[in-house]
């Protein structure tokens, strides 16, 4: 362990040697963690590092294989089945455990209603959150309905939920992943005051900006080993990705290739208008990766799935290689070369229960008939294909889905849409909640593929992302298309001065 | 395939007990030891002939449960195949009476084609109303369940059809009760449907589709599967099914009435899921369905042959065992 000396007070929480095996494989080999009173301690590594479930043993989810936990120094087994909240140790999944249909105090309150007499006190549960509320500073009403919060504020009422239960450690889980910078941003403050206060956090995260930003220190883990643990300070972004990839990272970004200017318009949109998005018009050539910049809420998505005619549109024209596409119909978009990988993985994108062929061959299943039924066999072979051309791994070639790693479905999901042969592919978020080294996968296998005279569109609300792997930039603000930013314009400042209204011309 | 060896990290592994899905398997372990209580309970009850009169009997249920588990593996739900059963059964019936053709083969095929229509067109219906109609197939097949009892109780005046012309009867007779090789038809009929179906369900685009919108209907949609089209084709399915059952049906009596496959639409669902399909959508077991199919049928006759317990019970343990069903199915999910 990497006590520093300056700190001489006891941990809160503390793990020691903690291993855990699922069935024959090991995930966790004798990692060591300390969380003391009061401090953010950043929790970082890879796609299957061992992060999750380092923090679901932290915070009594799971019962470690191995190794014991000390609470207040004292050797402590966390009850099961999360009463760990009890003692002050709380985690804020991933995804949300909020019912939609209940409202803020209610879901406060959600196991522990108090009643008087047999007969809910609303009005005491009422004072309450919003006393909670407002030590965090937020304006969420007390009476509003979950399924009517924005996803930040959803956040916020997680976090809220933890205070009223007087928690001590914090564990959140990507907590930023679904946010955007601003509302980062306020979550930061709340973090920053309750730490004033004593309470410590453990923040899981893949944006290193966000870690250096707000944690006291950092433990990296790498394929279910302790790597370090150092106090941020010492540490800088790259230093921190190194330890966890445990390479130099060459360049995070492949080499842009600009499409000659005269080079054939694969896909025009001339006018299109949705519900939220109004008279966007684009063209995209062949060989380009196109991006698209924007605020979460900005329309891309919403324009995106338009034009591949998973959503209708109200009026407007899109042409794929000249010949105008019908509105609405998404097999016929398909048909033609023109596919959308969305952001959604786990919702829309894959089926979790399924194993990965049947869902890398879902989309092209007509490749795979052989007078009119399914060859298995040449299944197979696409899977050895798309394994070997993503990369994609796996310890069991029979894993259901959803129990791989982001970072192996995401390249999954990307190998199914690839199947298609597409022509022209839209990218929504690419890269959303994967680890570094993924990440620079993706990267190279979108390069490859504008290399290879396909047509990119990448749908990103990562700055650098955009403006590491685009030769144009169209920003989104508000269902309008702001700007489109070209060569050395391709900035963060410039994105940003679009994104937030304080500029805008008229789409080239 | 093989030739990027550095990268095929696939050690050739053995397989193992661990890799064999034991949902798929305990349909069958359950039916084994059936069969091993019913040979303690009553020693003719293992006999050949006991256990071929058991299948056969099982074979309406069986039918109409291959059907109901495409539309269960596709996220929906039939309670309407009783009624139906009935519906077309009055139908081919009284078309049989009309003499409306003289020849009585011509008219035996005429009214087979004719129930398979009906049946077909059954089907449709209840895949329309809750594909087009956006109705929740629970509630949807509810209404159809009501209307196609209703007119069978109408045609019938509340009483009972029965097939008039006795050459007919003769002719139409050995579709349930006859023998090729020594096998009786309906088992074999079981075995040919259960085939066909198996293969359209693993074997083919549109199975594979199926089992896509059963799992997630957002993921097949953003898949290019059109999900609408998948969802009432597994009802047309499930309405050919009906049809099939009731060309059995309707040789075995001769007759039908307002009563006909009353709760069969509980058998046939109960069928299923005892099969391992997941109520919920998603994996589909035909063979499975069979068996639980057999296994309904098994219980009753061990019950009949053994004395302990009424059989006027049969519908309490039938209920029983869709309750059982799924607690092991459950349990069993959870370890794997």
């Known amino acids: 362990m990497a006590n520093d000396g300056a700190i001489a007070s006891v941990p809160v929480l503390a793990a020691e040697r903690i291993s855990k095996t699922f069935g024959e494989v090991q995930v966790l080999f004798s990692v060591d963690m300390d969380i003391l009173p009061g401090e953010v301690h950043a929790l970082v590594g890879e796609n299957g590092a061992g992060k999750s479930t380092f923090i679901k043993i932290l915070s009594g989810f799971q019962p470690p294989s191995s190794g014991r936990m000390l609470l207040d120094g004292e050797p402590v087994t966390l009850p099961a089945n999360s009463t760990a909240e009890a003692l002050g140790i709380i985690l804020i999944h991933q995804e949300f455990n909020l019912a939609e249909h209940l409202t803020v105090t209610e879901s406060l309150f959600l196991g522990r209603e108090i009643a008087r007499f047999g007969v809910l006190d609303r009005k005491v549960m009422r004072a309450e959150t919003r006393r909670v509320l407002d030590v965090l500073g937020s304006r969420i009403d007390e009476n509003a309905l979950i399924s009517s919060l924005a996803v930040a504020d959803k956040q916020m009422v997680e976090i809220a939920k933890a205070i009223s239960r007087d928690a001590r450690v914090i564990f959140m889980d990507e907590p930023t992943a679904v946010l955007s910078r601003e509302e980062a941003g306020v979550l930061f403050d709340q973090v920053r005051k309750l730490k004033a206060k004593g309470t410590s956090f453990v923040f899981v995260s893949h944006k290193l900006d966000e870690v250096m930003e707000i944690s006291d220190r950092v433990t990296v883990l790498r394929d279910g080993q302790w790597i370090k643990t150092a106090p941020t300070s010492m540490l800088d972004g790259e230093a921190i990705a190194q330890l966890m990839v445990g390479r130099e990272l060459s360049s995070l970004y492949p080499t842009k290739h600009e499409p000659d200017v005269d080079e054939e318009v694969v896909l025009s949109v001339r006018g299109l208008t949705t519900g939220y998005v109004q008279d966007a018009s684009f063209e995209l050539r062949k060989g380009e990766v196109l991006g698209f910049s924007g605020l979460i809420g900005s329309g891309r998505s919403e324009l995106m799935e338009a034009i591949a005619g998973l959503r209708p549109r109200l009026s407007g024209e899109v042409f794929l290689h000249g010949e105008p596409l019908v509105a609405g119909d998404f097999r016929e978009a398909n048909r033609r070369g023109l596919a959308y990988m969305t952001k959604d993985r786990k919702g829309v994108g894959l089926l979790l229960d399924e194993g990965m062929t049947t869902n890398l061959t879902l989309q092209s299943l007509g490749q795979h008939l052989t007078h009119g039924y399914l060859d298995p066999a040449s299944e197979a072979k696409a899977m050895a294909r798309a394994r070997r051309r993503f990369d994609i791994r796996v310890r069991d070639d029979r894993v259901r889905v959803g129990r791989m790693s982001g970072g192996n479905q995401q390249k999954l999901l990307l190998a199914k849409v690839m199947e298609t042969e597409p022509q022209v592919i839209i990218i929504d978020e690419p890269t959303r909640g994967i680890d570094v080294g993924t990440k620079q996968q993706i990267y190279h296998f979108i390069a490859a593929l504008a290399r290879e005279g396909r047509s990119i569109i990448v749908v990103s609300s990562e700055m650098p992302e955009v403006i590491g792997l685009c030769t144009r930039v169209a920003v989104m603000r508000e269902g309008h298309l702001v700007g489109m930013l070209e060569g050395e314009e391709i900035s963060e400042q410039m994105i940003m001065r679009y994104a937030a209204g304080l500029r805008r011309k008229a789409a080239g | ?336």
């Open chain 2, 1 to 336: 395939m093989s030739t990027n060896s550095e990268i095929e990290e696939r050690a050739p592994r053995r397989r193992t007990w661990r890799d064999v899905d034991l949902r798929a398997v305990a349909p069958f372990a359950a039916l084994i030891l059936l069969l091993i209580i019913g040979a303690l309970v009553n020693p003719n009850f293992i006999g050949l002939t006991n256990l071929a009169n058991v299948a056969t009997r099982s074979a309406f249920i069986a039918i109409i449960a291959v059907g109901a588990t495409f539309v269960i593996s596709s996220g929906d739900l039939d309670l309407s195949v009783g009624s139906m059963v009935a519906f077309v059964a009055s139908l081919m019936i009284l078309f049989m009476n009309s003499g409306a053709i003289a020849d009585p083969s011509l008219m035996l095929v005429a009214a087979m084609v004719l129930a398979v229509v009906i049946g077909g067109a059954c089907g449709l219906l209840n895949g329309l109303i809750t594909t087009l109609g956006r109705i929740e197939p629970f509630i949807a097949t509810l209404g159809t369940m009501g209307i196609y009892r209703g007119l069978t109780t109408w045609l019938s005046q509340g009483g009972a059809i029965t097939l008039q012309s006795s050459e007919l009867q003769a002719l139409y007779r050995p579709a349930y009760f006859g023998n090729v090789l020594g096998v009786p038809v309906p088992i074999l009929i079981i075995l040919l449907v259960t085939a066909i179906a198996a293969f359209v369900l693993y074997r083919t685009r549109y199975g594979r589709h199926v089992v896509a919108v059963g799992s997630s209907r957002e993921v097949a949609r953003y898949s290019g599967i059109a999900v609408d089209r998948v969802r009432t084709i597994a009802f047309v399915i499930q309405g050919l099914c009906v049809a099939v059952a009731v060309l059995l049906y309707v040789p075995r009596l001769g007759s039908t009435s307002a009563t006909t496959g009353i709760l069969w639409e509980l058998q046939a669902i109960t069928a299923v899921v005892v099969g391992g399909t997941a109520l919920k959508g998603g994996a589909g077991r035909v063979w499975g369905t069979i068996c639980g199919a057999f296994i309904l049928e098994l219980v009753g006759n061990i019950m009949l042959l053994s004395n302990f317990i009424s059989e006027y019970l049969i519908g309490a343990i039938q209920g029983s065992i869709i309750i059982i069903a799924m607690l092991v199915q459950r349990s069993l999910t959870r370890k794997s």
